[in-house]
């Protein structure tokens, strides 16, 4: 409070100034009140609970606001609102965490004192990399507010809200993401989160390909026709948005895992250094560009310490390999995306400035994204795997893919010290993890005898897959690599069936009729021809 004078620049009463804070700051600290319970929801993979309560008090809370300021014209009504739907959506989540989770209720045993020691030095850890990650995004407007004037943060502050509402559809996606990443994390197979980890980076490179297209296509025609056309900036300070927003946003795949992992205790330093090279160069780029200096200076903060410094600690410690294939892939993505922002721009500039040509340059922007993605990235897994998560997602998978509910993998590593066999295995997961979204995959062994419950297994899947290595061989009965005898075959067909549909002649036929186990990177043994 005492450093608001020096902060704004106002024609309003300090002291009115000083209650408008205050509230902010009461309605800030009261979204935290019951946030321990709300990060359960979270972690349990049920936030669509969370985002519902959420949209229902935001729209309680816009009408109320609404009808305040048309019948009292009151910005302290406007606010004393704010905090009472905070404060009723607090108590909503409450009450629904304290009924899925009732051991919250119950008083627990205290944990012991290792374990307490471990779990405050990494609330500390996360207490400092989350106020470095404040100081980074959130002194634009105060510097803004010094150097040029509060004026200007009120220009400003239509080209961010747009970029939050773009950061807010991003975020979506990251939930949505996230309390999986951390299951798969928790695994502690390195290949499997290293492959997610590739996915994941060719997805936000075309979420953050479009935005950024659309974003600059269309700002400058939406701000006249949203607020009016004397709020309009200039063409630099779009491109300090788009260049800090890509900076941001391109790197999503790197805090995901770092969240995910914990890995708060490395980065908290390297933050403060980003903090205050964001600072010094928001001061001297501000003293020579403006607005368009200070909004720059965070995406070269980022891009001189973080943005560099991150993906080698989480290469190093998680996935155990130089971050020289990250760099490459990220330089493949940004000339990529800039073939996306030009042609995005070429064609959008032939258009009007109307609303429904807006609607039009988004569309475009989307089919320009989707082109030269498909066109640059259409063979490769990552893109395969893109492709097959957003047709899960809309419904549009393969009937048979839909509806697919069990697989078997014939595992040549049970039972077996041989690396070659863990390295094709391995390979023929991470297919079998792309194509198919089942929900249970079940593992039986090649080297071993089936068990009855195995050939159960195998004659109840969908698919069922031989997982690698060299196995078949022109006299199975002498040289057993796959230890399977004609009676197994038969087993596997039928070992589902109960004794009286073993008379059912018609079924048993089906049954055979069916391609049912697939050999997926298996070979001939000694390399036979």
Not at 295 to 306: F, M, P, Q, W
Request: glycine share 6%; with cysteine.
């Amino acid at each position: 409070i005492p450093f608001l004078p020096l902060i704004i620049s106002s024609e309003l009463p300090m002291a009115q100034l000083i209650v408008y804070y205050v509230l902010y700051l009461a309605n800030s600290v009261a979204s935290y009140l019951v946030i321990y319970k709300t990060t359960l929801i979270q972690a349990d993979q049920k936030a669509y609970l969370q985002n519902m309560v959420s949209a229902a008090a935001l729209v309680l809370q816009y009408a109320a606001q609404i009808a305040c300021l048309l019948i009292w014209g009151s910005y302290l009504g406007y606010l004393l609102i704010q905090i009472a739907c905070t404060l009723l959506q607090n108590a909503v989540l409450s009450h629904l965490a304290d009924k899925m989770y009732p051991f919250l209720r119950k008083k627990q045993k205290c944990a012991p004192m290792h374990r307490k020691q471990e779990l405050n030095d990494n609330i500390r850890s996360m207490f400092l990399y989350k106020l470095a990650t404040i100081l980074i995004n959130n002194t634009d407007n105060i510097l803004i507010s010094i150097m040029l004037g509060t004026v200007f943060v009120g220009y400003y502050s239509n080209y961010a809200s747009l970029t939050t509402y773009v950061t807010t559809f991003v975020s979506i996606v990251i939930t949505g993401i996230s309390a999986s990443l951390g299951n798969l994390n928790a695994e502690k197979n390195s290949e499997k989160s290293y492959a997610m980890f590739r996915n994941l980076i060719v997805l936000f490179g075309a979420i953050t390909g479009f935005c950024v297209a659309a974003y600059g296509a269309i700002v400058q025609d939406f701000i006249p026709i949203w607020v009016g056309e004397e709020y309009l900036m200039d063409t630099g300070t779009v491109a300090a948005v788009l260049f800090t927003f890509y900076l941001s946003t391109i790197v999503a795949p790197v805090w995901m895992y770092r969240e995910t992992l914990g890995l708060f205790r490395q980065m908290k330093y390297v933050m403060f250094m980003t903090a205050l090279v964001n600072i010094l160069l928001s001061i001297l780029l501000g003293h020579f560009f403006g607005v368009a200096g200070i909004i720059g200076a965070t995406g070269l903060a980022r891009l001189c310490t973080i943005f560099w410094y991150e993906p080698k600690v989480l290469f190093h410690r998680t996935f155990g390999r130089s971050a020289a294939a990250y760099f490459k892939a990220q330089g493949g993505l940004l000339l990529l995306n800039g073939a996306v922002m030009a042609l995005s721009l070429l064609l959008c500039a032939r258009m009007g400035h109307t609303l429904m040509w807006i609607i039009l340059k988004g569309i475009t922007c989307a089919a320009v994204t989707a082109l030269l993605y498909t066109l640059a990235l259409g063979r490769t897994a990552e893109y395969r795997w893109m492709l097959l998560a957003q047709m899960e997602e809309e419904g549009m998978i393969d009937q048979e893919m839909q509806h697919c509910r069990k697989i078997v993998r014939f595992d040549p590593t049970i039972s077996t010290a041989n690396q070659g066999d863990f390295i094709i295995r391995n390979a023929c997961e991470h297919v079998l993890h792309d194509c198919f979204p089942v929900q249970l995959s079940v593992a039986v062994p090649v080297r071993d005898r089936l068990s009855k419950v195995s050939m159960k297994h195998v004659g109840s899947a969908d698919f069922a897959f031989v997982c690698g290595t060299n196995l078949l061989s022109s006299d199975m009965r002498r040289q057993r690599m796959w230890n399977i005898r004609l009676r197994d075959a038969v087993m596997m067909r039928c070992g589902d069936l109960h004794k009286r549909e073993l008379l059912n002649f018609r079924l048993i036929r089906e049954k055979f009729q069916r391609t049912h186990v697939i050999l997926l990177g298996a070979g001939w043994y000694q390399y036979q021809d």
